[in-house]
């Protein structure tokens, strides 16, 4: 077989075994495996404990399970339902204000968070009754924290940006920087959208709330700290004060003894968030290592290289050709989880990226919207079963339909970026210098 078909091959076993519900990791290695003993024999064999192994010995993989412990001791308070009903009261008078809170809320929680669903989960449980039964049409209820809360993975810190960085060998700290415009503006757009729907959805008639200065005020008092800790990462990494991995420890345990305090949490309320930061970074980490197995195995098979060799040959544009990559993250989106279509693809994109002269911190944004957008569409929309889980009284064709026009707008986003890169890049540059 020539290495086209052995790749062809490739792509139609991993998209059969990870249908079939194995785990992403053990899916990977059973391929990898499987392939290098098949087409690569017994010898091939010798360097999978050394790929499988030698991928975690990476220092900036500390930042992944720090964050994650960030984001496990935020989501796990009541931070999410603190911080919406804190913009809530300083919204409440404007048209559509609650939807827009909601949305603020979830770009705050993301800031603080990095998790899309737990974003998702943590605005939705306080925000989506109190929307539905102040007449928010439920489409729109829905649509904004699916859509709201898929800003986990753009808003910095992102596990996504980690995960890209790493692989591609690109300077974490500039992804950071450079999801913070994108993720502000795509909170504004939604914002307007719903300020746009919500004047002629609503019921005008509905009696309005009324919160004096005080309340309003005492309202930011038990987010405020957390706030801080966004605002601490931000001067300590950039200052050149630490490293990523150095600033996600000292915030993790900054955020553990904020819930402890503000939320007078006990011992015993340790336990389950280091529990789900334990499974979720040994997921993340075993996936990883998978990934660095699988990526070796095409790369002895030489399905790497004929891959990028064949796309070299369609001799196309840059615009064609970032249409063309757009295109495939969106489907890939729909199918795979953020993670694992990253380390899947970026070994046989990279070169093509680099031929190109394609901007990779440019490129790490636009791919994290498509699979934001990943997270909100069907089927594998992991956002739209999370909010199917916390409103279990709308049915789920109205959660779809809800976030369709976010869908749009984000595609729309992703051709403004294209065409005005400096949207992604400025940030970054200002702050940290022009990239070589």
Known sequence: MSELQIASLLFIVTFAVL???????FGLVAVAVAFLAIFGGAGALAAVPKSFVGELSSFALLTLPMFVVLGAAIGMSRAGKDIYESLHRWLHRVPGGLVIANIFACG???????????????????GIPEMIKRGVPKRLATGAIAAGGSLGILIPPSITFIIYGIVTETSIGRLFLAGVVPGILL??????????????????????????????????ARTLPFLMIIVAVTAVMYGGFATPSEVAAIAAFFALVLVMVIYRGRLSDLWPIMRDATRESSMILMIVAAAALYSYMMSYLYVTQSVADWMFGWNLGKWELILVLNLFLLMAGFFMPAVAII??????????????HIDLVWFGVVLTINLEIGLIHPPVGLNLFVIRGIAPEVPLRDVMWGVVPFIIMMLSFIVVLTVFPQIVTWLPDMLMGTAK
């Open 19 to 25: 249908f079939s519900g194995v785990p992403i990791a």
């Open 108 to 126: 705050l929680f993301s800031a603080m968070c990095g998790s899309s669903p737990a974003t998702a989960a943590a605005i939705g449980k306080a």
């Open 187 to 220: 909170v504004l757009l939604f914002s307007f959208y719903s300020w746009t729907v919500s004047m002629r959805a609503i019921d005008r008639d509905a009696p309005l709330e009324h919160y004096t200065f005080a309340e309003k005020v005492s309202g930011l």
């Open 343 to 356: 380390l899947m693809s970026m070994p046989f994109i990279l070169p093509v990226l680099n031929q190109n």
